[in-house]
C-alpha cells in the first residue's frame, strides 16, 4: 500500500523546465564577473606600464642595440628605423647615427708655457655597422668619454709645441695635423672623425696685442716692398715712353714736317670724335686762315714767348657741344667767318642755340 501510494505522488509532480542561456549567462557573471573584470583592468594597465617597454620606435637617423636581460647584448645587428616588439625585461638602446656636431673649450699651455684658451667644434658620427660593439665598450655616452677628450689630447700635444704667435698663425696647419693624428684612434673605438674647426683662441690682452702689431708691421713691410717694385716699373716705363716720344719727334724733324702741321692733324682727329658723340650738339663755326678747330686753334704766326717757345691759346669753349672744324679743302658745308657782320650773326645763332637746347 505505502508503495503504491508513493508512485501515485511521484507521477502528480511535473518534470524540472530547462534554463535558456539569458538566464545561465546571468547565473554566470554574477558568480564570475566581479573576478573577470578585475583581471581584465589588471591586464590593460600592465600593459599601459610596459608598452613603452615593449613597442619600440626607432626614428629616422636613428638605430637601436638590444640588450637582453638572459643572453646579453645582440651583436650580431643593429635594429634599424621603425616599429620593434620586444619582451618587457629587454632594454632597446637608441643612438643617432647622423652626423654630431659638438662645441668644447678647454685651455692649453703653448711651448713657453703660457695658458691659452681654445674653442673648437668637432663633427663625427659613430660607425653603423659596429654600432653593438660601441655600446659594449664604452656605452651610449661615447662623446663625453671618447670623442672631446681625444680631441683635447691631440690639441694639447700639438699645440704644446709651438710658441704663442706660431699658433696665431698657424691654425690650419694645427687643425690638419690634429684630424690626423685623432682620426685613427677614434676608428678604433668605431667613431668616424669628419672634421675639426677652431672657432677661437683666446690669448692674454698683453700677447695678443703685441702678436697683432708684428703682423701689422709685417704687412707694411711687405707693402713698402711692393710699392717700392711698381715704382721701378714705372720708372722704366716713363723712360720708354720719353724715349718714344724723342725718337718720334726726330723722325718728324727729319722728314721735314712743321710739328704745328702734326698738332692741326691731331686736332682735326679730336674734333671728328667729338662730333660722332651720340650725346654731341654740333655747330660748324669758323676758325681763321688756318683752319683749325676752335677747341685746338693756332694763330696765323706763331707767338713768341718768355722762355722762346711757342705758345697755342684757346680761341674759346663751348660747353655740351662738339665742333667740327672748317676744313677750306677737303671738308663741304663749313661756314668761315671772315667779315665782322657775319661773326656777329654767328655769335647771335650760337648764343640762341645755349639758350634753347634742352639740358641734360
Do not use: C
Not at 615593449?54 to 638605430?63: H, N, S, T, Y
Not at 681625444?150 to 696647419?173: C, H, K, V, W
Not at 711698381?230 to 718720334?248: P, W, Y
Amino acid at each position: 500500500m505505502a508503495n503504491a501510494d508513493e508512485q501515485s505522488a511521484q507521477s502528480t509532480v511535473p518534470p524540472p523546465m530547462k534554463e535558456d542561456f539569458a538566464t545561465r549567462f546571468r547565473k554566470w557573471s554574477d558568480q564570475w564577473g566581479p573576478r573577470v573584470l578585475i583581471l581584465l583592468f589588471g591586464l590593460i594597465f600592465l600593459m599601459l606600464v610596459l608598452f613603452r617597454n615593449v613597442f619600440i620606435f626607432v626614428k629616422p637617423g636613428e638605430q637601436g642595440v638590444l640588450y637582453s636581460r638572459l643572453f646579453g647584448t645582440d651583436l650580431s645587428h643593429a635594429y634599424t628605423e621603425g616599429l620593434s616588439v620586444i619582451w618587457p625585461w629587454n632594454i632597446m638602446y637608441i643612438y643617432d647615427v647622423r652626423a654630431q656636431q659638438v662645441h668644447d673649450k678647454f685651455q692649453v699651455l703653448s711651448k713657453d708655457g703660457l695658458a691659452i684658451s681654445v674653442e673648437i667644434s668637432i663633427r663625427f658620427h659613430p660607425i653603423v655597422h659596429s654600432l653593438p660593439f660601441l655600446h659594449v665598450e664604452i656605452g651610449p655616452d661615447y662623446i663625453t668619454k671618447v670623442v672631446k677628450p681625444e680631441m683635447q689630447a691631440n690639441l694639447r700635444i700639438l699645440m704644446g709645441q709651438y710658441t704663442p704667435d706660431e699658433i696665431y698663425t698657424s691654425q690650419g696647419f694645427i687643425i690638419r695635423r690634429t684630424v690626423e693624428n685623432a682620426m685613427p684612434e677614434l676608428m678604433e673605438r668605431h667613431i668616424e672623425l669628419e672634421d675639426l674647426l677652431i672657432t677661437s683662441i683666446t690669448l692674454p690682452p698683453p700677447v695678443q696685442e703685441a702678436i697683432e702689431s708684428k703682423l701689422r708691421q709685417q704687412q707694411a713691410f711687405l707693402e713698402y716692398e711692393f710699392r717700392l717694385q711698381r715704382e721701378e716699373k714705372e720708372k722704366d716705363r716713363k723712360i720708354i715712353e720719353a724715349e718714344g716720344i724723342q725718337k718720334f719727334q726726330n723722325l718728324v724733324q727729319e722728314n721735314g714736317v712743321n710739328f704745328s702741321q702734326y698738332l692741326r692733324y691731331l686736332g682735326i682727329q679730336a674734333t671728328f670724335a667729338l662730333a660722332t658723340s651720340q650725346n654731341a650738339k654740333v655747330v660748324v663755326i669758323g676758325g681763321g686762315s688756318n683752319g683749325l678747330p676752335l677747341i685746338l686753334n693756332l694763330p696765323d704766326q706763331p707767338v713768341a714767348t718768355s722762355g722762346g717757345t711757342n705758345a697755342v691759346p684757346a680761341q674759346a669753349s663751348m660747353e655740351g657741344s662738339a665742333v667740327i672744324p672748317p676744313i677750306k679743302s677737303s671738308v663741304p658745308a663749313v661756314v668761315n667767318t671772315t667779315s665782322d657782320a657775319t661773326q656777329r650773326s654767328v655769335e647771335q645763332a650760337l648764343e640762341s642755340f645755349r639758350i634753347a637746347r634742352p639740358r641734360p
